[in-house]
Structure formats: C-alpha cells, structure tokens
C-alpha cells in the first residue's frame, strides 16, 4: 500500500506504463503544480534536454484504503 500513497506514484505509473525515459518529476502543489510542470516541460525541450515532453497535474490517491482514512 505504502508505494501506491507516495506522491510520484501517479507520475512514474505514467512514466511505467507507456515506457517513458528522461527526467520523471512530481511537483506538490495543489494550485500551481500543472502549470509548473507544463513550464518545465517547455524549458526541457527548448534546451534540448528532451526532444518531446509529457506533462499535467493529478491530484488523487490511489488506493482504496487510503482514499477511505481520507473520507472522514
């Protein structure tokens, strides 16, 4: 359960499931976190550190018994 609750965990299931290389980053921050993701996305491939680049924002967790302690 513990590796599912981490917070990079939706970002390296992304990464796992379609078999993405490079930097893997998670960002916590509920209002900004997309927005600086795009951005650094942008600023990896315009330097030519990536030659193309996922990003976006989730906010969720993503086991059962987790989202349960949270419903309180």
Same mark, same amino acid.
């Given at each position: 359960?513990? !590796? %599912? %609750? %981490? !917070? ?5 299931? #992304? ?7 490079? !930097?893997?980053?998670? #960002? ?5 976190? $997309?927005?600086? $993701?795009? &951005?650094? =996305? *942008? $600023? /990896?491939? =315009?330097? &030519? ?5 996922? *990003?976006?924002?989730?906010? *969720?967790? %993503?086991v059962e018994?987790?989202?349960?302690? /949270? *419903?309180?």
């Open positions: 359960m513990v !590796p %599912m %609750m %981490m !917070p990079n965990a939706a970002t390296a299931a #992304v990464s796992m499931r379609f078999g993405l290389g490079g !930097p893997c980053e998670t #960002v916590h921050d509920r209002v900004r976190g $997309r927005h600086a $993701r795009i &951005g650094n =996305a *942008a $600023r /990896f491939v =315009a330097s &030519g550190r990536s030659t193309v680049a996922v *990003a976006g924002g989730a906010e *969720a967790v %993503m018994i987790a989202e349960a302690g /949270f *419903a309180t």
